[in-house]
């Protein structure tokens, strides 16, 4: 069984204090780990997709990497509008595969 | 980027009724949608895949009765939640995937569905 597991489960951050958000999967097979963003009342919005071992993204103060047991999201001088729940999921290479997610890191940037 | 609209976002009913989610893509065609259900500080848990012009996928322990998906068309999918009962209300999200364009799922706004 695929299996998630993200942390910490939340995180306060003063303005410009950078940190890191794991998580650490099992999957059969790992076809792509995604990570989401998700506003309070809001649906998830796609942040990156990785799918091998060394591989990176950026986008803007974010940074995704992955390993073949985790993930990390690297938020470098956070700003209050970084505030939000971050998303991890896991897509498994089997024929029929779909998204298990983590229960996410709620993170608090304070001015 | 990809699109997908859900409609309502919050929708209040009472016990016994049933409530209609609608989910779009609107800028591109969805073979296959999902619903995910979503409660407080819990992630999102898949519910069913929806097939367009065929029966839904329902995961385990799902009521296929309870929670009725059609997908008549390439960009509709629908979610009915059938007699409706307090311990139904939660966040309700659906899904879909442009592979045409590659990247990730794109998700709805979610429904907050409550039943009182």
């Known amino acids: 069984e695929d299996q998630v597991t993200q942390s910490p489960e939340a995180l306060r951050l003063q303005e410009g204090e950078s940190s890191s958000l794991n998580c650490s999967y099992t999957v059969s097979g790992l076809r792509g780990l995604f990570w989401y963003r998700q506003d309070p009342g809001k649906g998830p919005e796609f942040l990156f997709t990785?799918?091998?071992a060394g591989e990176e993204k950026e986008k803007e103060r974010l940074k995704a990497t992955l390993t073949k047991k985790e993930s990390f999201l690297h938020i470098t001088a956070p700003k209050p509008e970084d505030s939000a729940t971050y998303l991890c999921a896991v897509q498994a290479n089997s024929g029929y595969s779909t998204l298990t997610f983590g229960k996410g890191t709620m993170l608090l940037v304070s001015p | 980027g990809a699109v997908v609209s859900q409609h309502p976002s919050r929708v209040i009913c009472k016990s016994g009724t049933s409530v209609k989610i609608e989910c779009r893509s609107l800028d591109f065609q969805a073979t296959t949608m999902f619903w995910y259900r979503q409660f407080p500080k819990q992630s999102l848990m898949l519910m069913a895949t929806?097939?367009?012009?065929?029966?839904?996928?329902?995961e385990q322990g799902v009521e296929k009765d309870k929670f009725l998906i059609n997908h008549a068309s390439l960009t509709l999918s629908t979610l009915t939640v059938t007699s409706a009962h307090p311990e139904d209300s939660s966040f309700y999200i659906c899904?879909?995937?442009?592979?045409?364009?590659?990247?990730?799922?794109?998700f709805g706004s979610g429904t907050r569905l409550t039943v009182v």
């Open positions: 929806s097939n367009e012009g065929s029966k839904a996928t329902y």
């Open positions: 899904s879909a995937r442009d592979s045409t364009r590659g990247g990730g799922y794109t």
């Open positions: 990785l799918y091998s």
